[in-house]
């Protein structure tokens, strides 16, 4: 008998580990996969195609460092609507510009949080009047110091 999750959307404990262990090494192989959960090379590829499909394995990504590349500024840029009648397109209204790492809709007074990473001060600044001109809203800016951990694997 398998174990099983209630509810909607539920994943087999199989599947859950599976999943934890992608999420921990994204690039680990067929083979090293069906050792960590315990299953063979078959039966894991036929699960992983399973679980891509239903949209629960979503991608496979590299990290980068945004020191490397020449973007060491990281900031969340908080939009707030100036006129609160205007329609909530922000996403499309931003999607052009690729300082924009993430988008997310929010609860609160803001809308929507925005991280972006930058090369300099003065790129944040001049990303702040595109935003602006482009969104029509109003921003507050936090400018990330340093980064203790991001990107941790979800408590599967």
């Keep these: 008998m398998s174990e099983r999750n209630t509810g909607p ?7 859950r580990a599976i ?48 020191e490397q590349i020449g973007l060491p500024l990281t900031a969340f840029i908080s939009l707030t609507p100036i006129d609160p009648a205007a329609p909530d397109d922000y996403p499309q209204r931003l999607q ?22 930058v090369a300099s001060p003065l790129g944040l600044e001049d990303l702040l009047r595109q935003i602006r001109e482009a969104a029509k809203v109003s921003t507050r800016t936090t400018v990330v110091l340093s980064t203790p951990f991001e ?6």
Excluded: M, W
């Design 9 to 15: 959307g539920a994943l087999e404990a199989t599947d």
């Design 96 to 117: 052009h510009l690729p300082e924009i790492e993430s988008c997310y809709s929010v609860a609160g007074d803001e809308s929507y949080i925005l991280q972006v990473r």
């Design 19 to 66: 999943l934890r262990e992608l999420a921990r090494d994204g690039r680990c192989s067929f083979t090293e996969l069906a050792e960590r959960v315990g299953l063979s090379v078959s039966a894991v590829h036929q699960r992983v195609r399973r679980l891509e499909q239903r949209g629960a394995l979503q991608g496979y990504t590299a990290k980068v460092d945004g």
């Design 151 to 156: 990107n941790r694997p979800p408590a599967i």
